[in-house]
């Protein structure tokens, strides 16, 4: 098993900046890669951006791509807007599982931190 925990969210005026840190523990070694989701009230769950730790590649959702960087455990945000606020989640993927913009695919998740960006 792999317990995942989220700090560093916030609230923050537009244009801002935060970044998210995702501690791992456990089977840490099982991980093949990382993602942020987030929900907004009232919508589904999205894909934000995927880190693959075996090929250290990365995947961005358009809507931060430009604005948004992962790394391994953290989820740079800069030029934030009022369509950020959200609750954000890291997932973590064994090799076991394909895919990197599916909940489905990810077998991990921490419990959340909210984001909130004020206009």
């Known amino acids: 098993q792999v317990q995942l925990v989220e700090s560093g969210g916030g609230l923050v005026q537009a244009g801002g900046s935060l970044r998210l840190s995702c501690a791992a523990s456990?089977?840490?070694?099982?991980?093949?890669?990382m993602a942020w989701f987030r929900q907004a009230p009232g919508k589904e769950r999205e894909f934000v951006a995927v880190?693959?730790w075996s090929g250290v590649n990365t995947y961005y959702a358009d809507s931060v791509k430009g604005r948004f960087t992962i790394s391994r455990v953290n989820l740079q945000m800069n030029s934030l807007k009022s369509e950020d606020t959200a609750v954000y989640y890291c997932?973590?993927?064994?090799?076991?599982?394909?895919?990197?913009?599916?909940?489905?695919?990810?077998?991990?998740w921490g419990q959340g931190t909210q984001v909130t960006v004020s206009s």
């Open positions: 997932a973590a993927a064994t090799a076991r599982t394909v895919g990197i913009m599916s909940e489905a695919s990810y077998d991990f």
């Open positions: 880190f693959s």
């Open positions: 456990g089977r840490t070694f099982s991980i093949d890669r």
